[in-house]
């Protein structure tokens, strides 16, 4: 049951994306700004956090954010990347094609990342059928911009 729950989870983050990118694109449009847009969204989702943390009383481990490599912190700009990207190619692209190539991205990368055991818990070789499962993005991608 547990696995059930991170399961929707999962799914359902998934599926704001494209909200959020749309509303963020909006937003762009409204600024006049694309690049503002973004930052505008992780102002309000830092808002939004720090709320979280507030409330749930989470804690922090100081020596163990001290401890990690400089090249941990990377992910916040990779974040600012993702969404500012989002909030440029979301209007010009529409919300299937850019989902889409997102997806095949993400699958591409997870893949390499699963085999090298790169970040991961569990590495899991590549293997035929994982190839597959990417074509098969790939070619849903080639479809959702064909028709």
Do not use: C
Not at 37 to 51: D, P, R
Request: charged content about 10%; proline content about 4%.
């Amino acid at each position: 049951m547990d696995k059930l729950i991170w399961i929707i989870v999962a799914l359902l983050s998934g599926a704001v994306l494209p909200i959020q990118a749309g509303l963020n694109a909006r937003m762009g449009v409204a600024a006049q700004n694309s690049v503002y847009a973004a930052a505008i969204s992780f102002v309000v989702g830092t808002v939004g956090l720090i709320i979280y943390i507030l409330v749930t009383r989470q804690t922090v481990s100081i020596d163990g954010l001290r401890e990690v490599p400089i090249y941990f912190w990377l992910g916040g700009l990779l974040g600012a990347f993702y969404v500012t990207a989002l909030v440029l190619v979301f209007p010009k692209l529409g919300p299937g094609l850019t989902f889409g190539l997102i997806v095949a991205g993400q699958m591409i990368v997870a893949v390499v990342l699963d085999h090298f055991n790169v970040l991961v818990a569990h590495p899991t070789p590549i293997n035929l059928m994982k190839l597959l499962g990417i074509v098969l993005v790939i070619i849903g991608v080639v479809i959702i911009r064909k028709y």
